[in-house]
Structures are given as C-alpha cells and as structure tokens.
C-alpha cells in the first residue's frame, strides 16, 4: 500500500517563509511524477506545482511563479515545496499527490483526478 505524509505546515506571517516536505513510501519513488495541491475552505482543490521523475521539468501555478519551489530527493523518498514570500491567499490545506501511470507531468499536471495516491494534507496558514 503507498502511504503519503506531509509535514511543516504551520503559522507564518505574510512575507515569511515554509518548506513542506511529503515522504513516500510503497513504491518506487523515482519512478512517478508527483504533485503538490492545495484547497481552501469552500473552493476547489487546485494544482501548485509538479515535478517529473527526474526532478527535472517543473510546472507552477501563475500565482506561485518566483516565490514557490518544488524538489525531490529521490534517495530519501521526499517531495519537497519552499515556500517564501507568502500570501494570505496562500492559507489552504496542502497536499501532495503520486501520479502512479506516468513519470512526468505534461500538460494535464493540474488535474487532481490524474493523481492515484494523496496524504493527508499540512495546513499552511499566513497571516496578513
């Protein structure tokens, strides 16, 4: 079974920053292309980042462009998002997500239906 955990959530005041680590565990790691998602209260989950297998080609939302990071570190099974300089409209529930068909992102990376296997989330909260 593939377990998913997201921890460094947290309390952070606007223009500070975070790292959100995910570890992975019951697959090949390094195999699938894994995502990062988010959802606030009453809106849709949506898509912030994506990195492929590699750890290379890398997708953003608009709204996180330059100011968010996604990595991987295959050997320790980890996902990782560095967050600086955040938003209020950052607050929402973080989750990340293995994609178990495919090793890269390509044009559908937003999509949380393409996504197999999701933690339970780390909830990020900024304050103005």
């Known amino acids: 079974q593939v377990q998913v955990v997201e921890s460094g959530g947290g309390l952070v005041q606007a223009g500070g920053s975070l790292r959100l680590s995910c570890t992975v565990s019951g697959l090949t790691f390094d195999d699938y292309a894994m995502g990062w998602f988010r959802q606030a209260p009453g809106k849709e989950r949506e898509g912030v980042s994506c990195?492929?297998?590699?750890?290379?080609?890398?997708y953003y939302e608009e709204s996180v462009k330059g100011r968010l990071t996604i990595s991987r570190d295959n050997a320790k099974n980890t996902l990782y998002l560095q967050m600086n300089s955040l938003k209020p409209e950052d607050t929402a529930l973080y989750y990340c997500a293995a994609d178990l068909g495919l090793g890269y992102c390509g044009g559908s990376w937003y999509r949380p239906q393409r996504y197999d296997s999701w933690g339970q989330g780390t909830q990020v909260t900024v304050s103005s």
């Open positions: 990195i492929g297998w590699s750890g290379r080609g890398t």
